[in-house]
């Protein structure tokens, strides 16, 4: 008898290898009666609705009108049994991609070759985020769970998360789950490494899983269930090869489009079906125009860095994307939104994509993790690079020597990177895309092997270099914002802001490339005049993630708030959460949130967004 999560895994995992090959049910038949071979969960025998019902949610919005309205014209085409005549899609098996699902590619066949490979994916200080204060809101909420098996996710994704060495859910992961599983809109806020990939990819692939979806009505035409979007191409690809990997033999089939790669190969992928489509919102704009991609039957939409897709410069992609061509409105579909970051007044432009949603706030929403120790130095514009070349000195003789020295805490961290992967990363984030040309060519002048990704370089250089600073081939990696959000890179011990960004949201995300799940990290900053604009916001930060503000610095973010931060946080940044919690949402016209009523503002209402960044600096980072 199992003892533990971990126990009955194993034990699944021995059954499913002992189970003879001819007893595995695909994907379109699991909610099929069962013939000879029981299926490994009873709760797999049901729709969709037994997900909810499983939940002990009860909530109008969901048990009633939600599900029984449009979303059951989604199953309603199922069962027509038999494969299609012709072209790719699921529930074929005969012609489409099904007809490849045993030479699924092994996604963790890489991973057993990682010479830096853990034992477990706990994370040194994974107990760090125990004490963490969340705060959820909106009606009903479903209650947290505490260990992944307590979810019912299925044996093939239990499997994939025993693969993954995921020995317990994160925060967001025990809150979030139990609310997408329970078909609930969402919009999710925590830090930077807390495993939010993983908490929207979750539900989805289980969804897709139980559900029963009618064929797709047209050949040679992708028509997904899931879409996740996210702002970089990078980004993109990792959430696709993290998906892969929890969907791995589930049956669920997941594709990338992005920008900046050859599309023929793309087509040909989507042509072979796609369960969920991974996108940037360029590319999937450009398929949907050549109408190779039909949003029609979209069950779930996740928006990953959400705060970043719905601010200035992706908006309108993301309206056309969402409102404007065949994607089912919020409440048919079922719509998450994730970030580390959530600015109001993005919160309130995301009522437009959302139906009776739970907020949930891991942390407190913007800040960064604890985990990171992050110094700012006051650096003279042209004292830079001798800065920098003097901190990457000191780094190379693993802190011993140099006369830059944070003190023994910064060598204690720089040694168990040092010792625990034996290569540690440094990523340096600059402003401009000009400027991470230069800096990186300065460095390799001077000795120190780095390579640089912006929006100016191909996307084969892009790849190319990115690969070759997650390798160690070159640890030293010069960045723009496009590296500044969700990339996850294990072995990334430092982060230097070589250019401190206008945006403290960028400052977050961007030393949010270390300290990631569990582990410690480094951050430095090289703050100067220039920079006096997000002094407050700054040392506010510091200050709330236990860090030691300088005193100089303590002194500018005074100057500052005399004078008026440019910060678009402004005062508001630590005073909430929820912007719905706040008495001039209230005014703002939209009143009966609580009551369930529709709160979809549209452009240019009373409560839609009406407050651009103003100068933002960010540049380049659209895909
Ligand atoms: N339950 C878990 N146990 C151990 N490790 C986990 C768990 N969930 C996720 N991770 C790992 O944590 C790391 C960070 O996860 P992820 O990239 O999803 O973070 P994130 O919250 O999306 O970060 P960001 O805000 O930067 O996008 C990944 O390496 C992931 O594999």
Redesign the pocket.
């Known amino acids: 008898m199992p003892t533990s999560w971990a126990d009955s895994v194993s034990a699944a995992e021995n059954l499913a290898a002992a189970r003879p090959r001819s007893s595995y049910v695909p994907p379109h038949l699991r909610n099929k009666p069962p013939s000879t071979d029981p299926p490994a969960h009873a709760s797999y025998a049901g729709p969709a609705a037994s997900v909810q019902d499983q939940s002990g949610y009860g909530g109008p919005n969901v048990g009633g009108s939600r599900w029984s309205g449009p979303r059951n014209d989604f199953r309603s085409g199922y069962g027509g049994g038999g494969g299609r005549g012709s072209g790719g899609g699921w529930n074929n098996r005969t012609g489409g991609w099904d007809r490849g699902r045993d030479r699924e590619a092994n996604p963790f066949a890489d991973d057993d070759a990682e010479p830096f490979v853990e034992p477990e994916?706990?994370?040194i200080n994974?107990d760090a985020y125990e004490d963490i204060p969340v705060e959820t809101s909106g009606d009903n909420v479903p209650p947290p769970v505490n260990t992944?098996a307590e979810i019912d996710l299925g044996e093939a994704v239990n499997l994939n998360?025993r693969r993954?060495?995921?020995?317990?859910?994160?925060p967001?992961?025990k809150h979030a789950i139990p609310i997408a599983l329970a078909g609930r809109d969402l919009m999710a806020c925590?830090?930077?490494?807390?495993?939010?990939?993983?908490?929207f990819c979750f539900p989805i692939i289980s969804g897709i899983m139980r559900g029963q979806f009618p064929r797709p009505p047209r050949p040679r035409v992708a028509f997904p269930l899931a879409l996740i979007l996210s702002p970089t191409r990078e980004?993109s690809c990792?959430i696709h090869d993290?998906a892969k990997k929890f969907a791995y033999q589930t049956g669920v089939r997941v594709v990338v489009a992005y920008g900046g790669a050859p599309i023929n190969q793309q087509l040909r992928e989507l042509e072979r079906g796609a369960h969920i489509l991974v996108a940037t919102p360029g590319r999937l704009v450009d398929l949907l125009e050549r109408a190779r991609v039909s949003l029609q039957m979209i069950r779930y939409l996740a928006l990953?860095?959400a705060d970043r897709m719905l601010d200035m410069g992706f908006e309108p992609q993301i309206r056309k994307i969402v409102q404007q061509m065949d994607m089912p409105p919020p409440g048919v579909r079922q719509t998450m939104l994730?970030?580390?970051t959530f600015p109001k007044e993005i919160q309130r432009l995301a009522l437009d994509f959302l139906s009776s949603y739970i907020f949930l706030a891991v942390g407190r929403v913007g800040s960064s993790t604890d985990l990171i120790v992050q110094r700012v130095e006051y650096v003279q514009e042209t004292d830079k690079r001798s800065h920098l070349m003097d901190l990457l000195h000191a780094q190379r003789a693993n802190g011993s020597h140099g006369k830059w020295n944070y003190q023994k805490l910064l060598v204690e961290i720089l040694m168990t990177v040092v010792f625990n992967y034996q290569q540690a990363l440094t990523l340096v984030f600059v402003e401009t895309k000009k400027g991470a040309d230069s800096l990186e060519h300065w460095l390799c002048m001077n000795g120190f092997p780095a390579t640089a990704i912006h929006g100016d370089r191909t996307q084969q250089e892009r790849e190319y270099a990115l690969r070759s600073f997650k390798t160690g081939n070159t640890p030293i990696l010069v960045a723009t914002d496009v590296a500044a959000?969700?990339?996850?890179i294990?072995h990334v011990a430092h982060v230097v802001n070589f250019d401190i960004p206008n945006d403290i949201d960028d400052y977050v995300?961007r030393i949010?490339?270390t300290g990631?799940?569990?582990k410690s990290g480094l951050a430095t900053a090289f703050f100067n005049e220039n920079n006096s604009s997000v002094a407050r916001s700054l040392a506010d930060l510091m200050q709330e993630a236990n860090q030691e503000v300088p005193a100089w610095l303590s002194r500018y973010a005074a100057r500052s708030s005399h004078g008026g931060s440019k910060n678009r946080r402004g005062g508001n940044r630590f005073g909430g959460r929820d912007f719905r919690k706040d008495s001039s949402f209230n005014r703002g016209g939209v009143t009966d949130y609580y009551g369930g009523a529709n709160m979809s503002s549209g452009y240019g209402a009373p409560g839609g967004y009406a407050a651009p960044y103003g100068d933002t600096g960010v540049t380049s980072a659209w895909d």
Do not use: M, W
Not at 164 to 170: L, R
Not at 190 to 199: C, E, F, L, V
Not at 485 to 488: E, K, V
């Open positions: 994916n706990s994370g994974f992944f998360i993954c060495k995921y020995v317990k859910p994160t967001v992961q925590a830090q930077t490494g807390s495993g939010k990939t993983a908490a980004l990792q993290e990953d860095e994730f970030s580390a959000r969700g990339l996850d294990p995300h949010g490339r990631r799940a569990g």
